[in-house]
């Protein structure tokens, strides 16, 4: 906690000094057997198909719910090894980095026409929710529900992605605002600091990109631990932070 606080004063994103990262209720997980039992099969095989992949990028199409499950899941399956999550993070950081090519005025109406989502969450939009019922063996769904390993991860690197926590989500103030609460913000008209957004998003897609390559052969074991740190900031930035947060602060 004292680590995280030191991180967050030197950051200069103005939380307030003593003011406490919050998240909702940790409700949002564990998910449903039916929508682990979806996940299985799509972490094995769709998610890796490039028009999935496209289609997530081109939309920004997965809630918060099936996001941060979705990570879990996969962190519990493969035990760490979070390959695959990392390639569509790095990919949507990508985008995510484009989205900001305009200079000046431009800039927020563009913003807040390529941050918008474009269709509904991919999950959701094939029926699963909190009550889908799934017919998959007992011991894969008590691992996909586990949240130990997406826990233990988020919580080792959360020096390195303390910095990166939206403000409103967290309810402190804080400069950074993730995709949702920008997009928000900026359709409200309200005053963001733009360059603020665009540096706290090139150095997430910077680390993200990093951390994707490092499990290719030619550049295993490269990345640091702010690379591997992105891959909670990517989704937290995309989706929203109160799961991470709940996540981070339960038990
Ligand atoms: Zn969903
Ligand atoms: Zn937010």
Redesign the pocket.
Known sequence: MAARMATLQSSGTKRPTGARVRGPAPEALPLSPGEVAFLRSFVQGSIMITETRQRLRSRWG??????IGALAAEAAWRHGYLHGPAILYADLMDRAVRSFGARGPALRRQLRYRLRERG??????LG??PQSEGFIAPDVLAAGRDPAYLREFVRSTEPHWADSVCGTCAGDGAVPRCRVHLLEALRAGAAVDLSAQRALVERIGRQMERFSRSFGWEERGTETPADRAALVSAPGWYGGWGALLALARAG
């Open positions: 997965m809630c918060e719910r099936h996001a509904p969450c991919l999950i959701c939009e699963f929710g």
